[in-house]
């Protein structure tokens, strides 16, 4: 018999298998809620379900919760881990806290939708590696129960509150799990993290977008945007070659004339972008666009030849758009110490096993 991935169920498809099995239908919420919300990884810990209920449930439901394979720590806090999965494939995703002082603490999970990554960006480490397959739901949303049950070993009140699709993959390439996972984290009775803590960042997947925008879970896009012109963006971003700069502005301003959010452009600076020309070509393209520039100092990846620019290029860089008129803000940098760029620590653990 095919099993499902219990990860990857809402509660609606587990309350059809408690149907199917003879179980009462109370049970798929207690099964939900020990895998969604507490985040256990063995059916053993599910003590409020008797072991005959649970070993009915086994049969019909496959448990695989990420394995562990190395973690970093960053001496800011920001932890990023690489976890196995069932088929020896690894995924990265990395943990930032930051300290709030009016409002509650926020602790975001920057989280993968693919393996490896068919759109080759330039100054990418998946990129690198080329493109294995698409995340599951259960993969997807299992990289945020497997950070909160790990975090909850130290902190037992330990809550996810934000997260951004930005790790490795193109999260638009593999919507329907993307949507599904999403739909799942949102949940009051799992993380119930909120639509509006949540960013998907794409590098401009022209026809997704236009579905993002009238599906419309509310969730924020973010567009990696990188250059203002085509041949320097078909370089960086190969994926621009099908979706010009043209189609993907016109496609954000569908976006936000159907959603009415505004969209975050990110602009990742090295000392070969971080001029004022073109700063001057990004205010002229975002002309008239609902959004806001965020601006991100380069990681430096081993193989790109890329470097990050100093503070005073980026600082006039901003300056320029801002005196366009544009809202800009400059990434804070994180986990600048370990191998923080997507996909570096699972090429440096690739390549011991080499
Ligand atoms: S930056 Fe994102 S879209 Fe580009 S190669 Fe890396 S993972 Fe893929």
Known sequence: METRELRGCSEDELIEICEKIGLKRFRASQLFQWVQQKAVRTWEEMKNIGAS????????????????????????????????????????????????????????????????CAVGCAFCATGLEGFRRNLTVAEIVGQVIDITHEVRQEDPDFQVTNLVFMGMGEPLLNYDHLLQAIHLLNQSKGLNIGMRRMTISTCGVVPRIIQLAKDNPQVGLAVSLHAAQDDVRNELIPMNRRYPLSQLMEACQEYTEITHRRITFEVALTTENARPEEAEALARLLKGQFGHVNLIPVNPVAGTGMERP???????????????GMSVSSREERGTDIDAACGQLRRQWEGELK
Not at 67 to 88: A, C
Not at 310 to 324: G, H, I, S, Y
């Open 53 to 116: 209920d649970r070993q009915a449930f086994s049969s019909r439901l496959s448990l695989y919760p990420l394995e562990k394979v190395r973690e970093q720590r960053s001496k800011d806090g920001t932890r990023k881990y690489l976890f196995r999965l069932d088929d020896g494939e690894t995924i990265e995703c990395v943990l930032m806290d930051y300290a709030r002082t009016r409002s509650r603490d926020r602790h975001t999970v920057c989280v993968s939708t693919q393996v490896g």
């Open 310 to 324: 100093n503070p005073e290029l980026m600082r006039k860089f901003a300056q320029v758009l801002e005196d366009a």
